[in-house]
């Protein structure tokens, strides 16, 4: 078990009656929230982290909000009618618990990132408080919430933007638009910056490199010129796109600048092998990891990564549905057999280090092996299974094996290159894009480019970045969520008619279905054609949802919805 993070359970201190009503190293401190008044460095430093706690809850919410509402990911957590499952089929609404946890528990941070910056401002040196350890507190502050604020701007565009524990109504409820929320995040990383280490170990405290890294993605998101709420509301009820993206050109080289500043710090650089991103033994020692949101486990940090649990639920139970995983078969092909990414990225063969075939098991074909195929299952995300550290293809098949502790890589240098090569394939440099592309291809192991297509750059996002909570992100970014999902899914080998229902595949498949898991493959059939269905584009954005204690907002909910 990991011990150098260590978090009381976090109590959501309101930060208006609208909203909310209702990272540390083993030598740095619990948190510390309130009233508390600051005494020494240590809480200090305890206070920023009240604004770190709240991210630990969203690690997983992330990936069924960011990943199940697109062509690619299907969420069978539970019955149809459950938060999950109705993201899957695009029937998510105000009452979804994964918007509404987001939505608040980003605000929860952010209230905690005023009240570390507010006592930052209002305390004084002294025999054991530091400046140096009060401007590092109010630096942790200032990078959080500027991450907070663009998930949220992202996710949901016009926001409110509240900078004290003490908004006024029309601050809590008021929608400010998209480049005066933009214009924060960049003032709070860019002041966070100025006072951040260059580099720190621990990768779930903030650096000049994070904040940097964050900058580079969120002028790549300006760039992008975000939709309004007037955009969103032309196309709500509609199958259709906006009208292509247009792309700011200064914003543009804002993105590749700050990029650079990471690539140029030399702090960080691929892995040589992908492999070596994942799991537990790559944390705070991989040379890619830029930030990170540190977990221990349910019971012990604010909430374990149940990235770990839930695209691996049952592990070697076939028969059973996983909570979230790949919504076809077909998506195995996107990766090419020599490309080095695929086995980590999606599966269809896993052995199980509980079931040893011989005494003393030294290769992987020692253990049992398991097919994730038609006709019993479908294959698997495996970027957080946790594995043998000598033989990858090996997993262990007990709970106990697949804990919730693996860090959520928030950025990885891999990100930031593929942020640098659309920024200069958008400023019509498609020979130099390919350039910074091709690390991440060489890296693969797979052919390389001397210009650059834009379907080959969006390919490589997916490949690189596979379940990693962009696709959502990516897709509104370059507007083409609705004709991706009403183009690609009708292509899936499941969306075909002869899975229907159980009865439509023993007809189809005859001798195979004395193993064929007929509920199974009828389950996808019916999530592929709800995507389809139901998609439209007030998609492009979440619904605003309600309090924790379900309380409205006071916010104008946003089109379509």
């Known amino acids: ?10 109590t959501a201190i309101a930060i208006s009656s609208v909203v909310l009503s209702s990272c540390t190293s083993k030598d740095e401190p619990t948190v510390i929230s309130g009233a508390s008044v600051w005494k020494t460095d240590q809480e200090a430093l305890a206070t920023a982290n009240g604004a770190y706690s709240p991210l630990q809850r969203l690690s997983s ?12 990911t299907i969420s069978f957590e539970g019955a149809d009618d459950k938060d999950g499952p109705l993201v899957s089929l695009f029937k998510t609404d105000v009452n979804n618990w994964y918007p509404t946890k987001i939505f608040n528990y980003e605000y929860v941070s952010i209230g905690e990132a005023n009240r570390t910056i507010e006592k930052a401002d209002s305390s004084h040196v002294t025999e054991t408080l530091t400046q140096d350890a009060i401007n590092l507190a109010k630096a942790r502050a200032k990078f959080i919430r500027g991450l907070d604020y663009l998930y949220l701007t992202q996710l949901w565009g016009e926001v409110p933007l509240i900078l004290s524990t003490k908004p006024t109504t029309a601050e809590q409820t008021t929608r400010r638009s998209i480049d005066d929320v933009y214009t924060q995040i960049v003032k709070d990383l860019t002041e966070a910056e100025a006072a951040l280490p260059s580099y720190d170990q621990i990768r779930s405290n903030a650096s000049k490199g994070a904040a940097n890294a964050i900058l580079a993605r969120a002028y790549l998101s300006w760039a992008s010129n975000p939709l309004t709420q007037a955009q969103v509301a032309a196309i709500a009820t509609t199958k259709t796109d906006p009208t292509a993206t247009t792309w700011d050109q200064t914003r543009l080289q804002k993105a590749i600048d700050y990029a650079n500043k990471v690539i140029n710090s030399g702090n960080y650089t691929l892995e040589a092998n992908f492999e070596n991103n994942w799991g537990v033994p790559a944390e705070d020692r991989s040379v890619e990891h830029i930030f990170t949101i540190h977990h221990d486990g349910d019971g012990i940090d604010a909430q374990g990564n149940h990235q770990t649990h839930c695209p691996f639920t049952f592990r070697f139970d076939l028969y059973q549905d996983n909570h979230i995983g790949p919504a076809d078969v077909t998506l195995l092909k996107n990766f090419s057999d020599t490309d080095k990414r695929k086995r980590f990225s999606i599966l269809d063969s896993l052995y199980n280090q509980d079931e040893p075939l011989i005494a003393s ?13 038609f006709p019993v299952t479908s294959p698997r995300i495996g970027k957080w299974i946790h594995r043998s550290s000598s033989l990858p293809q090996v997993a262990p098949g007990t709970q106990a094996g697949q804990l919730n502790d693996i860090n959520r890589i928030e950025i990885r240098y891999a990100e930031v290159l593929l942020i640098k090569a659309e920024a200069l394939f958008y400023q019509s440099k498609p020979a130099d894009a390919a350039t910074v592309i091709n690390q991440l291809r060489t890296r693969a192991g797979v052919s390389t480019y001397t210009t650059l297509t834009q379907a080959q750059l969006e390919n490589e996002w997916n490949l690189e970045l596979f379940f990693e909570q962009h696709r959502w992100i990516n897709l509104t970014r370059w507007h083409k969520l609705v004709s991706t999902v009403t183009t690609n899914v009708p292509a899936y080998e499941y969306y075909k008619d002869k899975y229907a229902d159980a009865a439509t595949i023993a007809t189809n498949f005859g001798a195979a279905t004395s193993t064929t898991n007929y509920a199974f493959f009828a389950k996808i059939y019916k999530h592929l054609h709800a995507k389809t269905d139901n998609v439209a584009g007030k998609f492009y954005r979440f619904p605003i949802p309600k309090g924790l204690s379900g309380n409205d907002l006071g916010i104008t909910q946003n089109p379509g919805y």
């Open 361 to 373: 098991p030294k290769k992987a074909s020692d253990y049992k092996g398991y097919s994730y195929s």
């Open 61 to 72: 919410s992330y990936t069924f909000l960011l990943e199940s509402q697109t062509d690619a």
């Open 1 to 10: 078990m990991k011990q150098f993070f260590k978090s009381i359970a976090f």
